[in-house]
């Protein structure tokens, strides 16, 4: 009986381990699973082979949205570009999109899914986040095939080389704008939340560094770093640690799902705290999932879907149609731009061959939701934010909240 | 601070407790550790989400959630671990791994059905919460531990007080006898699992209400924890899984005040092996060779 | 009253009972004797359900077939069984056990009745009420095997090995009380290994060899068989 007992106990502990470090790991859709997608509109009776775009990206798990709005904004791309007429004299675009579930296993193999289809010239979204995004981008390099994430801010993934591109802030590009944020919102005690991850690790020490550089001339200090795993459901623990050190600020290093949760509970607790998010937050599921307890938290983003820009309309006009009135992303926005700029260096090169995109990629530009978008010598997308506070519900953007990053340290002394 | 993670510790060491003797009640019946257990309750917690939004009433939505889950959780046993029984060369393993395997096949269900993203869930025990000296009670925090103790009493009439509970200890026992004594087994074990199933969904509902969150790896988690607190109890017996239940909950959230959030749900597990390198057969379990 | 004909019962491929035919008449103490392994106790649970029967086999209970009944259905129909190796409930108290006998019964009335019946039967148990039966000697643990099968308020007690392991007055006071629960009309089929106290008290007996009625007869006629006397009686 006890041999039994043991047995089933290390089996549970070890399924436990297993479901807690990869959710996505019980989804009934594999990999093989794929979602093509076509125009229906052929042109004309031309019979040309069409592009093929590939996409990696978590369609289950605790990361899904970010995965379904990528697909969604490459889809909006596509069915743009299509109806203009498509690319290289009338190829239509389409694109294969397979689930990596958010972990770096699945994510291999789907990258090597993608290299091995000779179809696939490009790759306008790769894994969501840094963590999947270094596992993908050196094989993406080797194979020669042009990936960009839409997503990853690791100072290493744009670094792997020539191949790999990121259409997002870095590290250091975002952090300059979180430090702004307690600064902007007049915190005095602020408390930083955290994921234990490789990003809420790297952030959290980023966020720390500039601190001990300006913290004695900026008017907020940290008096708190609290730290959870991802899957926790239960912020009680942090939330009494917060409040213990007497935090009228919180900052979180984590996607919008966690800080749903978090922002709920704690509003219990304490009504009054300001919260600021990152950009992994600006997304309207976390209005939907936080309700009341996400009213004035403070978070900033690349896309300001109100924008007055007439290419960010286009693609907020067309997405909502197409997605039942939803609201796009960053990511979606940034993959939306992806395939622009993918588009235009086939056009550039006049070929849709891996080999002519990764040299016309270098020197491609595109006015799209980014503005004139194009990569810097090490394949990162140059970027502006704008900071936005939810009220009733909405992102209302906060005008000239956000200084240059020398403009702020300048403004400090 | 410390007084506020013990009163944080006991509700959810509650929650903890209502699954924990979820796994004591089948344990006790079948010897059996119900590793589907898991998911029957976040079936049972969607089962509340589809129901309520299906607004015929909130009480009456939960009411059928009850009863579907227990349904979910008979039919496991009628349809899988019932004709395991009545095969002869099955063992503890066979029972062990088709529960694990009707674990994977809800999960994947709920998957299909309800997606893998997190989903809301309201909270209907929202009125603000209550400072008493520097600990605060959240009212929803209220609530669960009423409920919960209000379900451990109820689930404790049944088993010590009706008749049916009085048969569900003798099966417990020693099931020959039952058996000759005239106790139905297969009527008792349908109603074990009848009533655990109701648990499950009852500690999925207030889990799903306090953090106003809904997903298929909700029950992961809180399932892996809720066992460790049975086994640490001693599983089968119903005072201790609540014990066991409170203990990890409490540990739990002390280990965070001293050591941070990163130590979490190791906890449970710690103080797992460390009891069971003790008292082998946990805190209050009886050894096996009182079975006669 | 119990009408057993072609029993046959199997545990996998080990044939344990072979064409086995008993019959117990109302009122009568019917006992089944031989040495260990002849297949006593698996007739008894054939009996009572517990275990099932090979075809062909049929067990009649005051004219109906209950063959294929489960264990508390043929309880309900007024057979009840104390156990080989008593079988208590070690866990629960002396009046739960009790409690558990009256398990397919539901009018408290007649169910307080017979705790007042079984109490008088054995005055040790009411002392021990509240005890938990795990607690109790192993004279006492019989008597609350005992008492448990009388509890359902039977029509016909089974009673397996009732003597094992007792001292020899506490065996002498069992089968006397035996006796007292026959003579208050239920009928009684006793199994023993100590063929000479119950063919005493027997009207008739059985005598089983390998699974298979070797003799059959009254109990003086049994007794008196020199075969039977050399076999299970010592010799004398
Ligand atoms: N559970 C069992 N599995 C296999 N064989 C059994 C089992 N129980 C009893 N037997 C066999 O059946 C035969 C009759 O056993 P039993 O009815 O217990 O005898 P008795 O009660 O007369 O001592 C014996 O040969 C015994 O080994
Ligand atoms: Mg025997």
Redesign the pocket.
């Known amino acids: 009986m006890k041999k039994a007992l043991s047995l089933v106990l290390a089996l549970a502990i070890a399924l436990s381990l297993v479901a807690c470090t990869s959710t996505g790991t019980t989804t009934t859709t594999t990999s093989e699973d794929q979602t093509t997608a076509t125009t229906e509109q052929a042109t004309e009776t031309q019979n040309l082979d069409p592009i093929v775009l590939g996409c990696s990206g978590p369609l289950t798990g605790n990361n899904a949205q970010f995965g379904e709005n990528a697909l969604n904004g490459i889809m909006v791309a596509i069915e743009e570009i299509n109806a203009d007429g498509g690319l290289l004299g009338g190829r239509m675009l389409e694109v294969r999109s397979y689930d990596d579930k958010g972990t770096g296993e699945e994510g291999a193999s789907v990258a090597e899914l993608l290299i091995s289809d000779e179809d696939v010239c490009a790759v306008p979204s790769a894994a969501y986040g840094s963590s999947v995004g270094l596992v993908e981008a050196p094989l993406f390099q080797e194979a020669g095939l042009v990936a960009i994430s839409n997503s990853a801010s690791h100072p290493d993934f744009s670094a792997t080389g020539d191949c790999i591109y990121r259409n997002n802030l870095t590290e250091a590009g975002e952090l300059q704008y979180a430090y702004q944020m307690p600064q902007v919102v007049g915190a005095k005690k602020l408390g930083i939340v955290s994921m234990m991850s490789e990003f809420g690790e790297s952030f959290t020490a980023g966020f720390e560094a500039l601190q001990e550089q300006y913290g004695d001339k900026v008017g907020f200090e940290i008096a708190c770093v609290s730290w959870f795993t991802d899957g926790t459901v239960d912020f009680a623990p942090n939330i009494a640690e917060l409040i213990n050190a007497g935090c009228d600020t919180i900052i979180f290093f984590a996607e919008y799902n966690n800080f749903a949760s978090f922002a709920i509970q704690y509003r219990k607790l304490d009504p009054n705290a300001q919260f600021i998010g990152l950009m992994t937050c600006y997304t309207p599921d976390l209005v939907n999932l936080g309700g009341d307890s996400v009213e004035g938290v403070y978070l900033y983003s690349c896309l300001n879907p109100n924008s007055t820009n007439p290419e960010v309309q286009k693609f907020v006009a067309a997405y909502k149609a197409k997605y039942d009135g939803a609201e796009p992303d960053f990511v979606a926005a940034n993959a939306y731009d992806s395939v622009k700029i993918i588009a235009a260096a086939i056009e550039q090169a006049g070929s849709a061959d891996r080999e002519a995109i990764r040299e016309a990629i270098k020197t491609a530009h595109v006015v799209c939701t980014a503005g004139d978008l194009s990569f810097d010598a090490n394949g990162d997308a140059v970027k502006s934010v704008v900071m936005f506070k939810i009220e009733n519900g909405q992102f209302i953007e906060v005008e000239g909240a956000f200084k240059l990053w020398d403009e702020f340290v300048a403004s400090l002394s | 601070m410390f007084l506020q993670q013990i009163i944080n510790g006991i509700s959810i060491g509650l929650i903890y407790a209502l699954v924990s003797v979820g796994y004591s009640l089948i344990f006790g019946v079948l010897r059996m550790m119900n590793m589907a257990y898991a998911s029957i309750l976040t079936v049972g917690a969607h089962f509340c989400l589809s129901l309520v939004q299906a607004k015929f009433g909130f009480f009456p939505a939960i009411i059928v959630a009850l009863v579907l889950t227990g349904l979910v959780s008979v039919f496991f046993d009628v349809s899988m671990l019932a004709p395991l029984r009545k095969k002869t060369g099955s063992d503890s393993v066979t029972v062990l791994i088709t529960a694990i395997g009707f674990n994977y096949i809800l999960l994947n269900l709920c998957l299909v059905i309800w997606g893998s993203e997190r989903k809301p869930f309201q909270n209907v025990f929202d009125f603000g919460s209550l400072q008493v000296g520097s600990v605060i009670f959240d009212s929803s925090q209220i609530v669960i531990m009423a409920t919960a103790l209000v379900i451990l009493a109820a689930l404790t009439w049944v088993i010590y007080g009706s008749k049916i509970g009085l048969g569900m200890r003798a099966v417990q026992q020693n099931t020959k006898a039952a058996n000759l004594a005239g106790v139905n087994t297969k009527v008792v074990i349908t109603f074990s699992f009848f009533i655990s199933g109701i648990t499950a969904c009852i500690a999925g509902f207030l889990i799903a209400s306090y953090y106003q969150l809904i997903y298929p790896t909700m029950g992961v988690a809180l399932g892996g924890k809720a066992f460790a607190a049975a086994v640490l109890g001693g599983i089968g017996v119903l005072h201790g899984s609540v014990i066991g239940g409170l203990i990890v909950g409490i540990l739990e959230c002390v280990a965070v005040y001293f050591f941070g959030g990163g130590v979490r749900d190791a906890v449970a597990y710690i103080i797992l092996i460390l009891v069971l390198l003790l008292v082998p057969s946990g805190l209050f379990g009886k050894s096996e060779n009182t079975k006669v | 009253m119990l009408n057993v004909t072609n029993l046959n019962t199997f ?2 491929n ?1 044939h ?1 009972i072979k064409d086995i035919n008993l019959e117990v008449k109302q009122g009568e103490i019917v006992t089944i004797v ?10 008894l ?1 054939s009996i009572c359900g517990v275990l099932r029967k090979a075809r062909g086999s049929k067990i009649e209970f005051l004219g109906e077939d209950i063959t294929d009944l489960s264990p508390c259905e043929i309880v309900k129909r007024g057979i009840s069984v104390s156990p ?1 190796g008593r079988e208590i409930f070690p866990g629960l108290s002396v009046s739960d056990n009790l409690k558990l006998g009256a398990f397919t019964r539901t009018n408290a009335a007649e169910i307080s009745d017979s705790y007042e019946r079984v109490y008088a039967l054995f005055p040790r148990l009411k002392e021990r009420e509240k005890q938990n039966a795990g607690t109790l000697s192993g004279g006492e643990q019989q008597m609350l095997a005992i008492g448990r099968a009388i509890m359902s308020k039977p029509k016909l007690l089974l009673l ?2 009732p003597s094992m392991g007792l001292a020899p007055n506490l065996v002498k006071m069992i089968f006397k009380l035996i006796k007292e629960i026959n003579g208050q009309g239920v009928t009684i089929m006793l ?1 023993e ?1 100590n063929a000479s106290m119950a063919l005493k008290i027997a009207n008739r007996g059985y005598i ?1 060899e390998t ?1 298979r009625v070797k003799f059959c007869d009254s109990a003086e006629v049994l007794r008196t068989n020199n075969e039977v006397k050399k076999a299970y009686l010592g010799g004398k």
């Open positions: 545990y996998g080990i344990a031989g040495s260990n392994g002849a297949g006593k106790t698996t007739t649970m080989e397996d090995e199994v290994q089983l699974g």
